[in-house]
């Protein structure tokens, strides 16, 4: 190498160190005036202290992953020893660093999704197409052979730099000794096309376009060489990028990947709409292998100049988990500004290796009739799986792995499925409270709407049951606890959106209630995928009332089931009145306590309006509207109370069986 001067070192150090200074003054300054413009947005008490709650566990986790990276040094240096048990996951291509990550997880052998995938993937370096049944293993699936990949792609970067450095050393001691144009250099040229053949031979083992890639090709790897040159200099490269419709399911695919890249140096970060907005910025500029994201937060940081996510057009693997969800009409408008911006350069995309995962990959909705034929619509599986391909940008010749059609029905074996017809909507209540009595553990209640799920969690916290509610108004920070504390409790229940029916693994959900029948038939799947996961038994339960019968029926057919494949929940009707009893009473005490809210704010707001007009309430009118609003406020609240006292007695008393 040659040497540089050590006045322009001491120069560049100093001006490197005043560029410091100033983009760390510039980043405090800009944190400063986001944390202020967020703290004046808050309007009342409670999203402060989420705030608060939110800061103070950030820095914890920061905290905690510059822990984890340390202890991740430290056990790279521990030995490790390949045994004959792991063999299979040698099979399959594993480097030793991830076969080791994945012993001590517990897995000690590849799922069915997996082995069908991973050799294809690993060895092939194809794009794959999956659609497995829930709880399968789809996350390592795709996981494994990105991370793979990656650790490939450094070494083979780590190799050319050492061929670089020892090509400048030899150029500087020909140039120390006069012999610029003697063979040697010949020799050097000569080598390094050697190597550069060699590595395109072992690419063109990898990767199938359709024609082949042979040791000749040299152009394709210049390409390749070119387009990465392209990277900003002493930047840190975007390698992969992982979508996903939900927040919490990107959280735990981070989580699954982190523990698989736990001996290895690659980093991954997660960047999803509910946290922190500075947070995420800090975590990217530090270079980031694997970024995880929703579409929303993804497109708005990348419209927003985010460096690192500039790359966004040079990664070389993307995935998309529960695809079916995120290219939804109306539901994910981003994902496709975003795939089109990811796809714009079309000689960059044929080095992207693609994932494309579901539970219901091919699963359709039917068409309205103005749209085709009947003939036509038969076809509509293939129509919409080409769609999404061409969308996600998928190359020729890709591994496509449906497991689905390998059974009647989108279901695992060990889930079993019944229905209840309702005569009313209100009695949904009725049953699920039944439900809920006589089948302990950890129980998942889905509903179509937030109201939905914020009434149910008023009247079933007054019955005692102890819901958690979980939608997409939440802050993010509280639906992780929420989720967190239904997984650390053998006996819960968790009221929710469809936002906690995708890709969720929460341990051991021994019964899932539909009580609405979902919109699609991908959403119920999904939604009673959360139980019987790795072969665990579970039981679905979907609550049917008269105007929901034409849905139902649609649903079935979708699913390839006779409206009789579904058995009759087994409903002992000599407790229903005792049900009804406790119910109805948890609703008169709800619906009272929403009026005695009501009155209060009420009363608040006019007096806030009177503080901002500088108008003073004469005592005549305080006294006339205090005197009978104050009666009927206190007559309500000691009717509050009895209905309390007695409810917690009924709610004591075992249920006691009437006569038929």
């Not at 009313?424 to 302990?440: A, I, Q």
């Not at 939905?452 to 939440?474: C, D, G, K, Y």
């Amino acid at each position: 190498m040659k040497g540089i001067p050590k006045k322009k070192l001491k120069k560049n150090h100093e001006s490197r160190d005043e560029s410091n200074v100033a983009n760390n003054e510039a980043n405090n300054e800009e944190n400063n005036e986001e944390n202020n413009e967020e703290n004046n947005e808050e309007n009342n008490k409670e999203n402060n202290e989420e705030s608060n709650d939110e800061n103070i566990d950030e820095n914890k986790d920061e905290d905690k992953d510059e822990d984890k990276d340390e202890d991740k040094d430290e056990n790279k240096d521990e030995p490790f020893e390949i045994t004959p048990d792991m063999v299979i996951w040698k099979a399959m291509f594993l480097p030793d660093e991830i076969v080791r990550a994945v012993w001590e997880l517990g897995f000690k052998n590849p799922t069915a999704i997996q082995l069908a995938c991973l050799p294809a993937a690993m060895k092939g370096r194809k794009d794959v197409v999956g659609a497995a049944e829930t709880g399968s293993g789809k996350t390592l699936a795709f996981g494994i052979p990105i991370l793979n990949g990656i650790l490939k792609d450094k070494q083979f970067e780590l190799k050319k730099m050492k061929q670089k450095e020892e090509a400048d050393d030899m150029t500087d001691s020909d140039d120390e000794n006069g012999n610029g144009d003697e063979p040697n250099a010949d020799k050097k040229k000569v080598s390094s096309d050697e190597d550069l053949a060699d590595n395109t031979e072992e690419i063109g083992e990898m990767e199938d376009f359709g024609g082949g890639i042979g040791c000749v090709r040299v152009i394709d790897v210049a390409e390749l060489s070119s387009q990465k040159t392209k990277v900003v200099k002493g930047q840190k490269k975007l390698r992969a990028l992982i979508i996903t419709p939900t927040r919490e399911l990107a959280v735990q695919i981070e989580k699954h990947l982190k523990a698989v890249a736990k001996y290895t140096d690659i980093t991954i970060c997660l960047v999803i709409g509910g946290m922190a907005a500075p947070k995420q910025e800090r975590i990217l500029r530090k270079g980031p292998d694997i970024v995880i994201g929703t579409p929303g937060r993804l497109w708005e940081m990348i419209e927003g100049g985010n460096s690192h996510l500039s790359q966004v057009n040079d990664i070389r693997y993307l995935a998309l988990d529960e695809t079916d969800r995120l290219l939804e009409k109306g539901h994910f408008a981003e994902v496709r500004t975003l795939l089109e911006h990811i796809n714009k350069d079309e000689s960059k995309k044929r080095w992207r290796q693609n994932f494309v995962f579901s539970a219901t990959l091919t699963l359709t909705h039917d068409l309205p009739n103005r749209l085709g034929n009947i003939k036509s619509r038969k076809k509509k599986e293939d129509v919409k799986l080409d769609k999404l391909l061409s969308l996600v940008g998928v190359r020729p010749k890709a591994k496509v792995v449906d497991l689905t059609t390998q059974v009647r029905s989108l279901k695992p074996a060990s889930l079993s499925e019944m229905k209840v017809f309702s005569a009313t909507v209100e009695d949904k209540d009725y049953y699920l409270y039944y439900f809920l009595r006589h089948n302990p553990g950890r129980t998942l209640v889905f509903c179509n709407s937030i109201n939905n799920v914020r009434r149910l969690t008023s009247v079933f916290t007054l019955l005692e049951t102890n819901p958690l509610p979980l939608h997409a108004q939440m802050h993010q920070k509280q639906r992780l606890k929420h989720l967190e504390r239904f997984s650390s409790l053998d006996n819960a229940l968790l009221i929710a959106t469809d936002v906690a029916a995708r890709g969720l693994d929460i341990p051991h959900v021994q019964h899932v209630v539909h009580f609405q029948v979902p919109r699609t038939s991908e959403n119920y799947v999904h939604r009673s995928g959360r139980t019987a996961r790795a072969s665990r038994e579970g039981l679905s339960l979907i609550l049917i009332e008269p105007e929901e019968a034409t849905l139902y029926r649609k649903l079935c057919v979708n699913l390839k089931k006779d409206k009789t494949d579904l058995p009759d929940y087994n409903v002992d009707m000599r407790l229903f009145s005792a049900i009804k009893q406790r119910v109805n009473l948890a609703k008169a005490i709800e619906s009272l306590e929403h009026r005695t809210k009501r009155e209060r704010s009420d009363k608040s707001w006019m007096k806030q309006m009177a503080e901002e007009a500088d108008l003073l309430l004469s005592d005549s009118d305080n006294d006339s509207d205090s005197g009978s609003a104050a009666q009927n406020h206190s007559q309500l609240l000691t009717e509050l109370k009895m209905k309390r006292k007695e409810l917690s007695k009924l709610i004591a008393r075992p249920l006691k069986r009437t006569a038929n």
